[in-house]
């Protein structure tokens, strides 16, 4: 009997419900069955996300896989890190989870060091120091709301609480909240001191792969649902992209290309040396045991928020090859730089920035996205660099996955300024990732290994080798960001 499994992929911007099966031959087919909006709103001078918009959708999706014939199904859900809901004594939410792009954590990195040295908040976790940060959101979180919680839920948690009642706390989404000891693997008591929260609000920590339950049909009668029994994935999306990514051997890395662009290798070992400080690469935990040693990018966001603010009047495919006909590294900004996080009006925001640094102001729509191409593919230039010296390895293949995997402009300027060999694809591998590892739980691949092989059996990927030395523009990112190498 053949198995059917949901991946719910929810990332900022939207989420999808995408059905696969494999079939004898390890080829795993891939299919989206429903697909939903999500973004965050003010309310009240603050920005939430609106979970119960996200539940809904996943059982509309749910009543759309029963309706194809599918009466019985696995179920992995992954979304965005760090961000988390608060339940009282009945279980139930306190809020809408506040957004990690919400200014409440502006000033809490500063205010935190004053009480508690950054250097040794990452000596202990191996973590990138982000505002953003579970650590820094409950150093701010309101303290009464704090008083009345009984427990914390990461948000991919809290979707498969809500759906099955059963609660935990998935390692690879945990580690990115910076309250995780690195060495231990538990929840730092003096971080948790640090920030007044007791050991108490989180629930029992779970390996990815670990069943989680069947869906309580009984408590949304109005839903046609299959018989959907949830596992426990790598539920922080950059982890599932990376079970994605078929890579082999020690040496390659890859980028997750999203809304961020996540750059990294997979190791055994935390790295938490002053180096690896310095460069602000994070020690996140992957499947089975490994390391997701990365730096986080602000990756696709910035074009996004360029094409919303033009009104959408061009396509992101446009855009790259309006971008394709400017004049390359004429205008670059800092893409890391905190000010693009979540500003009014990126575009003004991007002008500004290059107005500041004395270079030519892009105003059209492909100026602009040459700016930012140009931009993150040096970026990742520096940025690899930095990864190899680091981790003291050579890396010879680059894998971009995810949507960005998508843009042929990007992978080509990418090419040329890593001077490395890039594979894109596949586009859809965090979705991927995430039926990957509920494969190995339900063993239909006995292994990780074995899902990558069938990875590269299914998925097309495209080639783009380095035809241009960008030294020199190499050397003016690096001057204009005053990054070291």
Request: charged fraction near 25%; proline fraction near 4%; include cysteine.
């Amino acid at each position: 009997m053949t198995e059917t499994y949901i991946a719910v992929d929810i990332g900022a911007s939207s989420g999808r419900l995408m059905l696969s099966e494999k079939n004898p031959f390890n080829k795993i087919s891939l299919e989206e069955v429903h697909r939903f909006k999500n973004g965050f709103s003010d309310n009240s001078g603050t920005d939430y996300w609106n979970a119960d918009h996200l539940i809904e959708e996943i059982l509309i999706g749910l009543e759309k896989v029963k309706q194809r014939g599918v009466e019985k199904c696995y179920v992995g859900i992954d979304t965005w890190g760090v961000d988390y809901c608060l339940l009282d004594k009945q279980g139930q939410a306190l809020s809408q989870p506040v957004s990690y792009r919400d200014d409440r954590t502006k000033q809490a990195m500063e205010e935190f060091d004053q009480q508690f040295s950054l250097q040794m908040l990452y000596q202990k976790t191996g973590i990138q120091l982000q505002p953003f940060n579970t650590v820094f959101q409950l150093f701010k979180e309101d303290r009464e709301k704090l008083a009345h919680a009984k427990q914390l839920l990461l948000m991919p948690d809290y979707l498969g609480y809500v759906l099955t009642g059963q609660a935990v706390l998935e390692k690879t989404n945990a580690s990115t909240m910076q309250l995780m000891n690195l060495k231990s693997r538990k929840l730092d008591e003096d971080v948790l001191t640090a920030i007044d929260v007791v050991k108490e609000l989180f629930p029992n920590p779970v390996e990815p792969g670990t069943i989680l339950g069947p869906i309580l049909k009984e408590k949304f009668p109005t839903y046609d649902l299959p018989d959907a029994t949830f596992i426990t994935i790598a539920s922080h999306d950059t982890a599932s992209a990376v079970v994605g990514t078929p890579g082999k051997g020690d040496n390659w890395a890859y980028i997750s290309s999203g809304t961020w662009s996540l750059m990294g290798v997979e190791i055994e070992e935390g790295i938490s040396t002053p180096e690896a400080f310095e460069a602000n690469f994070t020690n996140e935990w992957g499947v089975q045991g490994t390391i997701r040693f990365l730096k986080n990018i602000m990756g696709m966001w910035l074009i996004q928020e360029v094409a919303r603010m033009q009104d959408y009047q061009y396509s992101y495919p446009e855009l790259a090859e309006l971008a394709s006909q400017e004049e390359a590294f004429v205008s670059l900004i800092d893409v890391n730089d905190s000010r693009f996080m979540n500003p009014k009006n990126m575009i003004t925001e991007i002008q500004s920035y290059c107005r500041e640094v004395d270079q030519k102001i892009p105003k059209t729509a492909g100026e602009l996205a040459r700016c930012i191409y140009d931009s993150l593919a040096l970026c990742y230039a520096v940025e690899l660099e930095k990864l190899e010296k680091i981790t003291d390895r050579t890396i010879t293949q680059l894998h971009i996955v995810g949507g960005g995997s998508n843009n042929d402009f990007l992978n080509q300027l990418t090419a040329d300024a890593c001077g490395i060999n890039v594979l894109a694809g596949p586009g859809e591998a965090t979705a991927i990732g995430n039926i990957i590892v509920q494969m190995v739980a339900t063993k239909g691949f006995g292994t990780l290994a074995e899902g990558r092989e069938g990875i590269k059996k299914s998925f097309p990927m495209k080639e783009f080798q380095p035809q241009i030395d960008n030294q020199c523009a190499i050397e003016k990112y690096q001057s204009l960001t005053k990054s070291f190498v």
